[in-house]
């Protein structure tokens, strides 16, 4: 199993990047896959969760922040718009076959994770 993400860069507040996760190993559809962001002086926190066709976003990012999947390209993709300077930290694509408690976005709960993709928001 291996995801690699991409996409992410400097960018002034109010602007977007897209992340993309592509995994191998698995099909993405099926498994439990989220993305985490490690924001410098706090704990990791989950961003958004899929499972099973459900998608659960943090609240600090709801509204701005759509996750998708393209099961052709076997990719999950993070859309960002508006961002803040909050939103700066490393981020990263996470996934297992199966977590129960998906929507608690416990980082111990995944047991594949990405290397990580760098996102600044800053004037």
């Known amino acids: 199993v291996r995801l690699v993400e991409s996409g992410g860069g400097f960018v002034q507040p109010g602007g977007s990047l897209t992340l993309s996760c592509v995994v191998s190993?698995?099909?993405?559809?099926?498994?439990?896959v989220a993305w985490f962001r490690q924001i410098p002086g706090k704990k990791r926190e989950g961003v958004v969760a899929h499972n099973d066709r459900n998608v659960l976003y943090n609240p600090s990012v709801e509204g701005r922040f759509t996750f998708s999947l393209d099961v052709t390209k076997n990719t999950a993709t993070l859309q960002m718009n508006n961002l803040t300077p909050d939103d700066t930290g490393m981020y990263y694509c996470?996934?297992?076959?199966?977590?129960?408690?998906?929507?608690?976005?416990?980082?111990?709960?995944?047991?594949?994770w990405g290397q990580g993709t760098q996102v600044t928001v800053s004037s």
């Open positions: 190993g698995f099909q993405v559809e099926s498994y439990t």
């Open positions: 996470v996934a297992d076959e199966f977590v129960l408690d998906w929507y608690e976005f416990r980082p111990d709960d995944y047991k594949y």
